[in-house]
């Protein structure tokens, strides 16, 4: 009756699964932006200090859901860091965009590109020259505050400006 | 009678295809399908141990294959205390009456054995119990023993492609985000493993944030975003070496969204300059860039049509994100999403015939299925954040990943049949996300 009439032979295909992982393959290799360390911040009560420009004037502005409009609120806090930087030319900085997590993983990237560059474009109009300043989005992927609910979600929707001595790389 | 088998079966599938014919529904109709039908029942003896070192091997393979039809939601096992007689030999006659007698409408019965050289054979026969004949011809499988769980996996798509007439999706692949630690400071590694969680092995080693990896055709190679050098930016993995190079984009802007062509040879993903993301197509062999789609708005998260013609995409072009299908070469798109809420990470099915996406609306997230015309949409999940589908190698399944809400909350994979049932929780060593399914392995 049924003789086994038909072999495969998937005896190359089957090696497949036997690769290893080295743990350390990539370096350390950080995933946050570059910015100065905490010994470098200063003192707040400096004016020139960037620990000053973290919160004195404050680092970062916030966004409505989905949107990349600056606020008036952001407007004047983004004219006060504009004001800093250009008083301290020494120092770069890296705008970075963000989004909560009520939205997808790309369109979140999407947005907070929109975002960060909404910042750097408003820096740049108050006279901060366009090579100081780069940009980059985390998406969601970065959360500060970590309820779900809008009083974190109004946390997390932010570009912060932080600050970094030397040349952007 | 062979027949009857499959027609049941094609019965069951149907019910997961798009039912237009009750009534005439437009494109606006909206549904969150609950089919509840009846799984087949079929019995699956212990494959019999030809020599005496295959005992663990034919039990295991036995379990796999199991599992692997009953996690379909297409068939139930029937338990093995309830049988009547059992197979004692692979080669014996098959006493269909006994098998009549516990309604078990198909029976699976196999042997293993481990040849002189050390290979796993691995035979099963298919019997359509109340035809009382069998269904195919017998078959088998030869490899390394380290490969059984792949042999049992090819046996079970046997199964599963003659009793349902379509394609099986056990013996694929699954690429993903494994995800650890804090909300607040997930670690995020590329992660593979079998489509049933077996097998997982990690790919990168977590100190950069990886998102969104995409597996091509022959399962060899990884697209992926990495964030090592502190900007995101595209890489391809070889799988088998874990070699990986940057893919030979602009570097000065940030990359992300990649995907294959079926064959490989294009990858299309988003581009983000001064703020604005849109979408291009690199050739991988002439290393030429085409951009595809030039608007001041959103235009990320594209995927081929299986023929190559078409991307569907994403953007927000009309106010929020909606879908849209535009030429594999760019030019004019055409919206194809028009229902409640915001619609995101379209994904093609390999058969051609239906979109999946990831819907927003009134504070859920759902995934659902469209026709790539946007008619007939119908959302298979809802909760508090699913997003990300992927399709199973024949189209019948998608895979997603569903995230908890709070300060705990944590992302796990699920699967879920075109027609809403079968749910079910993709097992993994720890929270993952962003699934990958790859086509079944050759």
Known sequence: MNIISKALIVTAALGLAACSTNPDRFGAAGSGAGGVGAAGLGSVSDPNSPAYFNEAIGDRVLFQVDQSTLTDESRETLRQQAVWLMNNGDYTAIVEGHADEQGTREYNLALGARRASAVQDFLVTQGVAPNRLRTVSYGKERPLAVCSDESCYQQNRRAVTVIAAGGVS | ?442
Request: glycine share 10%; proline share 7%; hydrophobic share 40%.
């Open chain 2, 1 to 442: 009678m062979t027949h009857i088998l499959r027609i049941l079966l094609a019965v069951m599938l149907a019910a997961a295809a798009p039912m237009v014919s009750a009534q005439e529904r437009g494109p606006l109709r909206i549904e969150i399908t609950e089919g509840v039908i009846e799984p087949l029942p079929f019995a699956i003896p212990a494959f019999e141990a030809e020599t005496p070192n295959a005992a663990q091997y034919a039990q295991d393979i036995t379990r796999v294959v199991a599992a692997d039809l009953t996690g379909t939601g297409l068939f139930r096992e029937i338990a093995p205390s309830s049988f009547v007689s059992n197979v004692t030999s692979f080669a014996a006659p098959v006493a269909y009456p006994d098998w009549r007698a516990i309604n078990a409408q198909a029976l699976v019965t196999g042997a293993v054995s481990v040849a002189g050289d050390g290979r796993l054979i691995v035979k099963f026969r298919l019997f359509d119990v109340f035809a009382g004949q069998p269904l195919g011809e017998g078959l088998q499988f030869v490899g390394e023993p380290a490969s059984w769980r792949r042999m049992a996996h090819k046996v079970a798509d046997q199964v599963y492609a003659r009793i349902t007439g379509e394609g099986g999706y056990f013996d694929s692949r699954v690429v993903f985000v494994a995800e650890s630690g804090p909300k607040d400071a997930r670690v995020k590694r590329l992660a593979i493993m079998d489509y049933d969680g077996a097998n997982m092995q990690s790919l990168t080693d977590g100190g950069s944030i990886v998102l969104a990896p995409r597996i091509s055709r022959d399962g060899q190679r990884i697209l992926y975003t990495s964030y090592e050098t502190g900007f995101p930016a595209i890489y391809e993995m070889t799988v088998s070496n874990l070699q990986r190079t940057r893919l030979p984009v602009p570097t000065e802007n940030m990359t992300f969204a990649p995907r294959y062509s079926p064959d490989g040879s294009t990858v299309i993903y988003s581009l983000t300059e001064g703020g604005n993301t849109d979408i291009y197509a690199l050739d991988t062999r002439s290393g030429g860039i085409r951009r595809l789609t030039n608007a001041p708005s959103i235009e990320t998260a594209p995927s081929f049509s299986p023929d190559s013609s078409q991307i569907v995409f994403e953007s927000d072009r009309s106010g929020t994100q909606q879908l849209y299908v535009m030429p594999a070469a760019g030019g004019e798109a055409t919206r194809i999403s028009f229902g409640q809420g915001r619609y995101g990470t379209p994904v093609w099915s390999p058969r051609g015939d239906l979109i999946a996406f990831t819907k927003q609306n009134a504070g859920r997230f759902h995934i659902g299925v469209m026709r790539t015309d946007g008619s007939e949409e119908r959302l298979l999940t809802a909760s508090f954040l699913d997003e990300g589908p992927t399709w199973s190698p024949n189209g019948r399944v998608i895979m997603f990943a569903r995230e908890t809400a709070g300060a705990g909350g944590a992302p796990a994979l699920f699967s879920v049949d075109i027609s809403g049932r079968n749910l079910r929780r993709v097992p993994t060593d720890g929270s993952a996300s962003d699934p990958a399914w790859s086509p079944l392995l050759p």
